[in-house]
């Protein structure tokens, strides 16, 4: 690039991702140095597209871009939307700029004042959504020209402004231009563009003449650019041949923008303000999704529980039937075996501990079945005859033991998994008894007691499924309910997350952001940081209801916000994705409803009937819904004070990462094709 140029534009070629006619079509364009361009052209003619290619803000498909900046902090861009948050003051929006700049105090004061004088701006503690649209596009002005850019870009800056503040804004685009800064604008008020040094006409995605203004209106020997624009359009109709193609690949002109990395931190940290004051602006709307919806989430579920039926245990113990003959000696003497049973030991220690799960003995396991499959019986244990012994010779024998002995000493559990917190439960609660039993023995024994850590089980959970099987209403009470109301306040954040993100992309706030030099991994950490504040607050409320309200134990606290804040991650990205995705607010709710609400609620309605009908729906709806096991994971950590290593939160959590790791796939890939947001 010469000495005299600014900006250098050659054989650029940029479509919309969809749609099949070039955009810019072998654009050229030389931008000279400390000089205002205006960039004249219809509308749709391909203006701002130009504009946002210049500002990195899109990619060319072809083509070459070289410019006097070697960093977007360098550059100004103003775009046609308000551009502004609409809940911040004037002086925050200012505040935000100057931090996205880091300007310092003194020359923020003195720009200020500048800006003030030139722009007439509204008072400082005016709200932007309070604005009326010139007042909007001054501030609009006054942010883009905050941090005395080299390169300016001002896409439509007049369009609003009276005449008289209009010609002020011009003069003192020519002092800026006088001291050193490149300025260029767009502008629908061709007249206008008399005061700038150059002018580029543009038609259809190609520059159809750049020169002075004077120039133009002399080499046409006519009075206006108006009617220097209507002859070139006429030339354009009547050409035949188009300039001959040459598509050369495109290299980002900010790939090695100075910034990128050093910037982090400060960038990060503006987004975190804006994001605090959004949150403050919007604190009545903020608590009642986060407490509010949290709070109403344990109230719902608790009352929920209530209606849960009786959960009975069926015992059948082929070795004593009902115990009757046996009498329970809870001080064993090792080697006496004939007082010891472990089945009836069981069942005895099982009734005196866990007396929300009644036990029932039966004779045989037909009849147990028979009891299960109508729904009466959340669970079977059944023992073997050679249950102790079995067990017995499992310690004495250790790694010698027969197969037969194994299969002996080991309690079969059939499991309704259509419940699968009273399943949850029970599997607990048998691990737990039979190991105090057994460790008790060993202990007497002189063993070492960490031999029966793991107590031998076989969990049967498809024993259920089949015919026969009866459904019972309060699955829906229980399972549809909790999963909904869990489900939206897992979602409140997300949408609103979205909603945020979408309606600064619809203003062009996100994009002037972007141009700053704002990276998508910064604007993600800003988001991230409110989320755990968020949650931090949303688990709190939960365990208090808990606690406080119902006297319950809230489970596992530290490890159900951990796991929130997962969820949470997964919901930026979905979010970012959808926001890619959508084009304006209505559609951004709408994806979020569809894609997200039904997928958690159909979790709730997929549970009862996931095991009763027939076992490949569990299957089926894990993989559709996964969202599933996720919420599964969440309620037992919360109700049963599950840990990491449960299977269920395990899986919880992975399922989370997968989220995130698909999510951030497919926004790369968005970014990387769609080159836009
Ligand atoms: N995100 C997008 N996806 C698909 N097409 C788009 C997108 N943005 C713009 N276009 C299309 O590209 C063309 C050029 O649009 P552009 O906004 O660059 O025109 P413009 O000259 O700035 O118009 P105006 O002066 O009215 O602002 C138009 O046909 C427009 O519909």
């Not at 008020?189 to 995605?205: C, D, F, P, T």
């Not at 690949?249 to 900010?254: E, G, Q, R, S, T």
């Not at 002995?405 to 439960?425: E, G, H, K, P």
Request: charged fraction near 15%.
């Amino acid at each position: 690039m010469d000495t005299q140029s600014a900006v250098v534009l050659r054989n650029a070629y940029k479509k919309y991702g969809g749609t099949s006619t070039w955009v810019l079509k072998n654009l050229n364009m030389t931008i000279p140095r400390n000089q205002i361009y205006g960039l004249l052209g219809s509308s749709g003619c391909g203006k701002t597209t130009l504009l946002k290619c210049l500002v990195g803000a899109l990619d060319l498909d072809y083509g070459s871009i070289e410019l006097i900046v070697n960093s977007k902090k360098k550059i100004g861009f103003m775009p046609q939307e308000t551009a502004l948050f609409d809940e911040f003051t004037i002086a925050e929006t200012f505040q935000f700029y100057a931090s996205l700049y880091r300007i310092s105090s003194e020359e923020f004061r003195a720009k200020m004042k500048e800006l003030q004088e030139v722009l007439d701006l509204p008072p400082d503690h005016r709200t932007c959504s309070t604005l009326s649209g010139g007042q909007v596009r001054r501030v609009s002005i006054a942010v883009t020209l905050l941090h005395t850019p080299s390169l300016v870009i001002l896409d439509e800056p007049t369009s609003g402004l009276d005449p008289m503040l209009a010609h002020y804004f011009w003069q003192y685009l020519q002092r800026m231009s006088s001291n050193g800064q490149t300025i260029i604008i767009t502008t629908h008020y061709i007249e206008e563009a008399r005061q700038a040094n150059v002018v580029g006409l543009m038609r259809k995605g190609v520059l159809l003449a750049e020169k002075s203004p004077e120039e133009l209106i002399a080499s046409y020997g006519v009075d206006s650019l108006e009617e220097v624009f209507l002859r070139l359009c006429h030339q354009q109709n009547q050409a035949i041949e188009a300039e001959p193609e040459k598509k050369i690949p495109f290299k980002n002109p900010y790939k090695d923008d100075v910034n990128t990395y050093t910037m982090f931190w400060p960038h990060t940290k503006a987004i975190i303000y804006k994001n605090f004051k959004w949150v403050q602006r919007n604190f009545t709307m903020f608590i009642l999704l986060s407490v509010g919806l949290s709070v109403a989430c344990m109230f719902e579920s608790n009352e929920c529980l209530k209606y849960a039926p009786q959960m009975r245990v069926g015992v059948v113990n082929h070795g004593a039937a009902n115990c009757s003959n046996y009498a329970a000696d809870p001080d064993y003497s090792c080697g006496d075996n004939q007082t010891v049973d472990f089945s009836c030991n069981f069942v005895e220690a099982w009734r005196a501990q866990v007396p929300d799960f009644p036990v029932i003995l039966y004779d045989d396991m037909s009849q147990a079945m028979r009891f299960a499959k109508s729904r009466y019986l959340v669970s079977v244990l059944e023992f073997p005859a050679n249950f102790t012994l079995g067990i017995l010779q499992r310690f004495t024998e250790g790694s010698h033991v027969e197969q037969d002995l194994l299969d002996n000493s080991a309690v079969d559990i059939r499991q309704d998994s259509t419940d699968f917190m009273a399943t949850y439960q029970i599997e607990q609660n048998i691990r737990d008894i039979m190991g105090v039993i057994l460790k008790d023995y060993l202990r007497s024994c002189g063993y070492n007691p960490k031999v029966a850590d793991i107590p031998p089980m076989n969990i049967n959970k498809e024993a259920f499924f089949g015919e026969g099987i009866v459904y019972r209403p309060h699955d829906y009470t229980t399972h549809v309910a909790m999963s909904c109301m869990v489900g939206i306040t897992f979602l409140a954040p997300t949408i609103l997350l979205t909603l945020s993100l979408c309606l600064e992309k619809v203003t062009g706030a996100y994009t002037r952001c972007i141009v700053s030099g704002v990276r998508v991994i910064e604007i993600l950490a800003g988001y991230t940081i409110v989320l755990v504040l968020y949650n931090l607050i949303n688990i709190a409320a939960m365990s208090l209801v808990q606690f406080v309200i119902y006297g319950q134990p809230y489970g596992n606290f530290w490890l159900s916000y951990v796991l929130i804040n997962f969820i949470g991650f997964t919901g930026i990205f979905f979010g970012f994705f959808v926001v890619i995705l959508t084009r304006s607010l209505i559609e951004s709710a709408g994806l979020c409803i569809i894609m997200s609400v039904s997928s958690y609620t159909f979790t709730g309605f997929i549970w009862p009937i996931e095991a009763a009908v027939f076992p490949q729906v569990r299957y089926i709806s894990t993989a559709v819904l996964p969202n599933t096991l996720v919420l599964k994971s969440f309620m037992a950590i919360v109700w049963k004070d599950a840990s990491f290593w449960n299977k269920q939160v395990y899986l919880g959590f992975m399922i989370c990462i997968l989220h995130t790791i698909f999510y951030i796939s497919i926004i790369y890939l968005m970014l990387r094709y769609k080159k836009a947001l």
